[in-house]
């Protein structure tokens, strides 16, 4: 998973006691399913769902990754972003679970 990949968990930020969502185990859908936002996913994304029910590419996850602004600095991962492919990798996983 890219998220494995990308040491979006094994850094600890999106682990078990971490900065959420969980992103952790080999399938962190439901720790992002039917969740909100924290305060630090950006302003204008909180209280949103990490992932949109009927449309799971609609929600923060996916505004966080692509790069579509939460606010300023609230891109993920930090450092290099992530491909094209592989923000399309994520949609597809992510559909895939509707």
């Not at 996850?61 to 992530?82: E, F, N, Q, V």
């Amino acid at each position: 998973m890219i998220f494995a990949a990308k040491t979006c968990n094994a850094l600890g930020c999106h682990s078990p006691g971490g900065q959420p969502p969980d992103l952790s185990g080999a399938d962190p859908f439901p720790n992002l399913m039917g969740k909100n936002a924290a305060s630090t996913a950006g302003v204008s994304c909180l209280g949103m769902p990490y992932v949109s029910a009927g449309t799971p590419p609609d929600g923060v996850l996916m505004k966080r990754i692509s790069g579509d602004s939460c606010g300023p600095g609230t891109r993920m991962p930090p450092g290099p972003a992530l491909s094209p492919t592989e923000i399309d990798c994520v949609a597809s996983w992510l559909s895939s679970k509707q």
